[in-house]
């Protein structure tokens, strides 16, 4: 049932023009299909096999004689002619009952599609991969108002829509909705003067919450014109919202579906943190336009080829609208929360995988945010200029291809002239690279020793070098920059670089802008950390020493009993004070590293982690910071008050960032007071739900939890917040215990995805509660999963990997995670997505 790269081949034929009608009906919904297939001159073979699961076949009929196809495995096979025909066929599927959320299904009344990666093969017979791309026309039949599918539409009638999509597209990129819906819409106008209707459509109690995501489309639509030189190519861009949806989005041409958590923002149900998600994934879904749609991906091994991209712009776009420091704070954090956990476990792939058994397990924080960081790397190791030359031949070579990361690569070769033979290991090589760092300085000059190295990882136990490129800049000791940053290439297993002419010993500013994603291995003291977090020009290299102190402070705690370390706690004091510091980034500072990084730090020195003693000191440490800068941040919290109307533009949610962090922290030396003065006061959800996550963390908020149900029972987005907050802020003996009272709640709709995850995932992410040593955690975990996966297998093996971190911990936590483990891989039936992943967690 594995999937190898190496297996590829050329579909057998082609598809010129597909005809779909839809009879909508909710549990026999009829599909009727017309393709014209083509032989492929540049396929060895002629074996016509079409893609099909869960259909009913009614009926078939080749070039319009009727035929008995042969019913096998995942599809159907037929005796085909070696030219051109017209296959003909009518399926029958059930919307209603598709749990899975793939395909066709119904969410609330409403049908829609999803159908990356092989949904489409849900909805009727056909090539469902990537490489067949073909014109779609589609007819939909119903009484409900609204009928939606790709490209335009080209005719309304009662109880009917007619859609024609002219851009070849792969079926993934198929969509379908109908519904009582709204449309909050607009216009754009393209820089070559075409005029765009837009519109986002949803239920019409919603229609109050879409004017940000529109306002983020339009930016996005302007930015990729003017920095990538991209233009919209149909009349017509829709968005619609959807309450049951397995992932954030999906870029289906011309109709992107989102999760309605991922549109609808309005100022008293969206944190300003949702807002800044909005405004990402609806840049990051136009983007798709150019980077996936009209250039897209051969096989889905080659995922980050429109992933790792267009998240890589995503990232740029987001920086270029609020802050680029900021921005970079937060993917790196991300990066190591979630990608160097996953490139340092069982579950560890290449951004490029060799094989899979279930595509949908391949849709990770490797393929997307690693996959982003190689982009990155290259466009900084080829320079601007030779990054937009690279894109342009890359467009302009693949338009209406469907290519791979050799393709991508060859483009950036031909247009810089640089070899990127040893480069393209990023794209094969799994794991996290480790740089260590000597330094020597005599005579004037300066010199840096690095060397890198991998830790195997499942599969792939000899690593070699690849090119990492590391930025450095040097500081005098009086703080001045004597060398700014320039960009060291590290290619070889070790190398050194020399810096001359140095009156003294300078203070090194290593991996600026997180320049690469690799773990900087570099001893530095604790007066130069403070030294850099005080003086260094770059502002992620500051937040770094800043975080540099906090986990050598944390882990000295955690492993040898220490006491807060109050040097690191006055130079947090002093940085947070500098009022020349955004507030965004100050914020920040201020927030330490997440227990799961700590547990991975501890593992690497040899130790197993208990995660109840890491939850106990960094517990610590925040009370002592608030205890030793209580003056400060108070002073913070009084001096960053945002006033007027409510704005969610950077400037604004940057002061609430510094305000709430400063809040949450003095809630624990101070009690609850300013905490409820804020709740009362507030008239956002993001200073509403940080007083009210502040107070929960002391025990408190009991009330305000209570207030909170009857003001926002009607709002399931918000109820998500107020089930996950729970779960967040419970003490870790008592974790298991919430997430499952929280579980016999009547709002709790286990079949709502980000119902669901509000629950377990805030009990996956509350790293002491989860591992709490009885094993509670770990249970009701499982038996929600094992509950959740006859239904949807996608939601159901993403969320098995909470278990992934296991043998990192000691025996008694071990014995009890496998033994989940088992019970779930042992279970009858179990999904291929969630025994693909079981069984990558226990392997070896
Ligand atoms: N292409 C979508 C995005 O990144 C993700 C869709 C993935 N869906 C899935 N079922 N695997 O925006
Ligand atoms: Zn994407």
Redesign the pocket.
């Given at each position: 049932r594995t999937v190898f790269l190496r297996d590829y081949t050329p579909p057998a034929y082609l598809v010129e023009e597909v005809r779909l009608t839809f009879r909508l009906a909710p549990h026999a919904t009829r599909v009727l299909s017309e393709i014209q297939f083509r032989p492929n001159p540049d396929a060895a073979d002629r074996d016509f096999f079409l893609h099909g699961e869960q259909l009913k076949l009614i009926s078939a009929h080749v070039d319009g004689a009727p035929v008995t196809p042969e019913l096998v495995e995942g599809g159907l096979r037929l005796d085909a002619p070696d030219a051109a025909f017209t296959f003909e066929a009518e399926v029958e599927i059930d919307p209603e009952n598709n749990t899975a959320l793939e395909g066709l299904y119904r969410s609330n009344g409403m049908y829609c599609t999803q159908c990356e990666a092989e949904g489409f093969r849900k909805i009727t017979f056909y090539p469902d991969r990537p490489d067949v791309m073909a014109p779609f026309h589609v007819r939909i039949e119903s009484d409900l108002p609204v009928l939606l599918s790709n490209g335009n539409e080209v005719a309304r009638g009662e109880g009917f829509a007619e859609w024609y999509d002219p851009w070849p597209k792969p079926s993934y990129l198929f969509a379908l909705v109908a519904g009582d819906l709204v449309a909050h819409a607009d216009s754009f106008t393209t820089q070559s003067g075409r005029e765009v209707a837009l519109n986002v459509w949803v239920r019409e109690a919603d229609i109050d919450k879409c004017a940000f995501a529109m306002e983020a489309l339009k930016k996005s639509m302007k930015w990729d014109e003017e920095v990538y030189g991209r233009e919209y190519d149909l009349d017509l861009f829709n968005i619609v919202a959807v309450d049951d949806f397995n992932m954030g989005a999906m870029?289906n041409k011309g109709l992107n579906i989102f999760n309605s958590s991922a549109v609808l923002a309005s100022p008293e149900t969206a944190t300003d943190a949702d807002f800044e998600r909005i405004e990402a994934i609806i840049a990051?879904?136009y983007f798709?336009n150019w980077t996936?749609n009209r250039v897209t991906c051969r096989d889905w091994f080659q995922l980050c080829l429109?992933?790792g991209l267009?998240?890589f712009r995503d990232q740029q776009f987001t920086g270029d609208m609020r802050s680029h420091p900021v921005k970079r704070i937060d993917d790196a954090m991300l990066l190591r929360s979630a990608q160097f956990r996953e490139d340092n476990g069982p579950l560890a792939h290449p951004v490029r995988p060799e094989s899979f058994v279930e595509i949908n397990n391949f849709y990770t924080v490797t393929v997307?945010e690693k996959g982003a960081e190689i982009v990155g790397m290259l466009k900084r190791l080829v320079g601007d200029e030779g990054y937009r030359k690279a894109l342009d031949l890359y467009f302009e070579r693949h338009d209406g291809q469907a290519v791979t990361i050799e393709d991508w690569l060859k483009a950036f070769e031909d247009a810089t002239g640089r070899d990127l033979s040893q480069f393209a290991r990023w794209y094969h090589q799994a794991g996290t690279p480790r740089v260590h760092v000597a330094e020597d300085y005599a005579d004037g000059t300066y010199t840096l020793t690095l060397r890198q190295e991998t830790p195997p990882t499942p599969g792939q136990d000899d690593k070699a070098p690849v090119v990492i490129p590391v930025a450095v800049g040097l500081l005098n000791p009086n703080g001045d920059e004597v060398v700014a940053t320039r960009v060291l290439e590290l290619s070889e297993a070790e190398q050194s670089f020399a810096f001359e002419g140095l009156s003294t010993r300078p203070v090194a500013s290593i991996l600026r802008g997180f320049s690469a994603p690799v773990i900087l291995r570099h001893e530095q003291s604790h007066e130069t950390r403070a030294f850099l977090l005080a003086h260094d020009t770059d502002p992620f290299n500051k937040w770094e020493a800043g975080r540099d102190l906090a986990r050598t402070g944390l882990l000295a705690m955690i492993l040898d009993g220490a006491g807060p370390d109050a040097g690191y706690v006055d130079a947090l004091g002093q940085a947070v004070s500098d009022e020349a510091l955004d507030p965004a980034f100050r914020a920040r500072l201020l927030a330490l590293p997440g227990e799961d990084e700590l547990a991975q730090a501890i593992f690497e020195t040899g130790t197993a982690p208990d995660p109840t003693a890491i939850h106990a000191a960094r517990e610590a440490l925040r009370r002592a910071i608030a205890e030793r800068l209580g003056d400060t941040l108070s002073r913070l919290y009084e001096t960053h008050q945002v006033t007027g109307p409510y704005s969610p533009e950077a400037k604004d949610a940057g002061r609430r960032a510094l305000t709430n962090a400063a809040l949450s922290l003095l809630t624990l030396t101070q009690g609850g007071d300013r905490a409820r003065a804020q709740y009362r006061a507030a008239d956002n959800m993001t200073q509403q739900i940080a007083a009210l996550g502040a107070l929960l963390v002391i025990g408190e908020g009991e009330a305000e939890l209570k207030a909170f149900e009857e003001q926002w029972h009607h709002e399931r987005l918000v109820m998500n917040k107020w089930f996950g907050l729970q779960v967040a802020a419970a003490r870790p003996e008592e974790t298991a215990a919430t997430a499952e009272a929280l579980s016999r709640h009547p709002a709790f709709d286990w079949k709502n995805p980000n119902r669901f995850r509000a629950v377990f995932g805030a009990l996956a992410g509350n790293a002491a509660g989860f591992h709490d040593p009885s094993g509670a955690g770990y249970r009701l975990l499982a038996d929600w999963l094992l509950k959740l996966d006859p239904l949807n297998p996608q939601t159901t093996a993403r969320m098995t990997q909470a278990f992934s971190t296991w043998k990192r911990y000691d025996e008694d936590r071990k014995r009890l995670i496998r033994a989940e483990l088992e019970r779930i891989a042992g279970a009858q039936g179990l999904s291929r997505d969630t025994s693909e992943m079981v069984g990558r967690m226990l392997a070896d």
């Open positions: 870029e990051h879904e798709h996936g429109k992933e267009t998240v997307y």
